[in-house]
């Protein structure tokens, strides 16, 4: 197992010399983060190779992951050892709220999607935060999509896949006298429900309701799913598990002029694969230094309530007033949801519960 150094456009730059290092876990998982570990007494060598924030992989691997961490420990009568960690880089939506509007003078009303599955909900729950590209899913088109709230939560280093079972709610309805080609989405209201449908062959202009299996296969019913306000990454992990799909980084291959990762949710099993050498498990009882980033938000956007409507709304707390606004992977966004505290019921207050609970 060779553990790789990636450039800022995820390409191999370098090998971390196993002789460096004492053990190295590395543990790719798709219904959660995937994770490494790495420990070495070799301090000031380890830090500079592996700034946290920075990019590694391993060479049987297509997972970026990001350092988050770098903690130093040092145990009575031994020597100073480093611990790095990371996770796989589709954490990184962490750093984004689940939210979509700042109302104000307003009730801030639920999130909610059109979709067949809350794995697709979490698609569109991505895009409509960091936005994405346009896309051509099923015959139906989804125009390029800018962040809803502002510019700066872009994540450009991230191309967003739509998943291959992604079921388009937004699919015009069926017409007996147009020709589908395989692969094409229509929707079908049968009853009060409408169904998502998708041509299994070409010229497939059957009724789908009509029973054709070998014409059409039902993708399901459209219902309304609320996205949480929240954590971007968790909620989305919460949307995808509720139907047992996962999540996964893949970086660009060796050589290519892509510069970004691709994040894709997808229907499969929890694939697990782990691999340690070299372990030495020690007890740390002694000094702890613990670096990193890792949960800090440099930005928050603060719901309150409020007697009247004029009361209630959304505020925007930046870290600073003056200077450019923190954007990509710097820029990392708290969600404080408290439209039932009526206390919280003119900006300025929200902004210093903004304050006290991203300095907390």
Known sequence: MELQKLNSVFQPEDVIDDNRYESLIWTERYSTAGDFELVSSDIAWC??????E????????????????HKIVKQKHSVPKIEIKGRSFESVLERRG???????????APWTNDAVKQSDAAFHAIRG?????????????LGAQSPSISAYDAIPEI???????????????????????AGTQVSRLIGADTYIYKSLVTHSNVD????????????????????????????VLELIQANHHGIKSVRPPNGSSKTTVDVEIYNGADITASTVFDAKFDQFDDATYL?????????????????????????????????????????????????SDNTLNTPAIRTSRGLVERYG
């Open 208 to 235: 789908p309701a009509a029973g054709t299996p070998s014409q059409w296969t039902q993708l399901g019913k459209i219902a309304k799913v609320e996205i949480k306000a929240g954590n971007l990454y968790s909620t």
């Open 98 to 108: 689940s939210v979509i509007s700042l109302p104000t003078g307003a009730v801030r």
């Open 54 to 69: 920075s990019y590694v992989t391993i060479k049987e691997s297509t997972v970026p992951m990001i350092i988050d961490s």
């Open 129 to 141: 935060v960091i936005g994405d590209t346009a896309k051509n899913i099923g015959g139906v088109s």
């Open 47 to 52: 830090m500079k190779m592996m700034p946290r």
């Open 291 to 339: 670096l990193t980033a890792q949960g800090s938000t440099n930005l928050a956007y603060v719901y309150g309530g409020g007697d009247t409507a004029a009361e209630r709304g959304g505020t925007f707390v930046r870290k600073n007033t003056v200077g450019p606004e923190v954007s990509g992977l710097a820029r990392r966004v708290l969600v404080v949801d408290e439209m």
């Open 159 to 181: 191309s967003l896949v739509a998943p291959a079972d992604l079921a388009m709610a937004g699919a015009p309805a069926w017409n007996s006298t147009t020709t589908y080609a």
